[in-house]
């Protein structure tokens, strides 16, 4: 089934925008955990947090939420927890990013025809958005889709971002069941599924590095 960004775009109910803002009041649970963020950690971000990386990009990467102790604090996503050391790691190896990683938003990393939104902005209890607060957020990784005017790949780190990114290409779940190393045609798109690179996954061997690593030289060749 196609899709175009004007669709993508439509899907939204709301003006198109690419972030909520600092003080969004969409999700009252989300905004409550944030306030209590911020006045224990008041140095923090605290914040929805903008996706990281070119707007003509070729590859969109979508994870799940900000974490507690990484993008929530630090204003970048996948930057100063363990998910971003073994994200980070591979897009490196392929020429996705360029620099180096020091899992601080100022230590020089730079994406190369790679950017990287979430499914939900805000960082949530337990990093467990509810199935409402994921469905309030959807519409701004739609304007993302809506305008990024190269896109040809998208990368979803887990079942939550997957589901979520199947809206906006106008798929079914049925048409694009989620797997670990799956790929999926949505017009003229490509989607591609991940487990998400959470430390409990590789702690368990649900996803080793070589798995992860599989998913983006899969995207490399593709994209070339």
């Keep these: 089934m196609t899709t175009s960004r004007s669709e993508a775009a439509r899907s939204s109910r709301q003006p198109?925008?690419?972030?909520?803002?600092?003080?969004c009041p969409l999700?009252?649970?989300?905004?409550?955990?944030?306030?209590?963020?911020?006045?224990?950690?008041?140095?923090?971000?605290?914040?929805?947090?903008?996706?990281?990386?070119?707007?003509?990009?070729?590859?969109?990467?979508?994870?799940?939420?900000?974490?507690?102790?990484?993008?929530?604090?630090?204003?970048?996503?996948?930057?100063?927890?363990?998910?971003?050391?073994?994200?980070?790691?591979?897009?490196l190896e392929y020429g996705f990013a360029k620099g180096q990683y020091r899992a601080r938003p100022d230590d020089g990393l730079k994406l190369v025809d790679c950017r990287i939104a979430n499914a939900v902005h805000c960082v949530p209890p337990q990093n467990k958005p509810l199935p409402v607060e994921i469905n309030t957020c959807r519409q701004f990784l739609a304007a993302n889709l809506a305008v990024m005017p190269n896109l040809r790949a998208i990368v979803a780190l887990g079942?939550?971002?997957?589901?979520?990114?199947?809206?906006?290409l106008n798929l079914k779940g049925s048409q694009a069941p989620f797997g670990h190393g799956a790929v999926h045609q949505a017009g003229a798109f490509r989607l591609y599924d991940s487990y998400h690179c959470s430390r409990y996954n590789t702690n368990t061997r649900v996803l080793t590095p070589d798995m992860f690593r599989s998913v983006f030289a899969k995207v490399k060749a593709d994209l070339d």
């Design 16 to 23: 198109l925008s690419l972030v909520p803002d600092r003080d």
């Design 27 to 91: 999700c009252p649970r989300l905004v409550a955990f944030r306030e209590a963020n911020r006045a224990r950690e008041p140095l923090w971000h605290n914040a929805p947090v903008a996706p990281f990386g070119d707007i003509k990009a070729r590859l969109l990467i979508v994870g799940l939420a900000p974490g507690m102790q990484g993008a929530n604090r630090t204003g970048r996503p996948f930057t100063g927890d363990y998910a971003g050391d073994l994200l980070y790691t591979p897009l």
């Design 159 to 168: 079942r939550i971002a997957h589901d979520t990114v199947l809206k906006p």
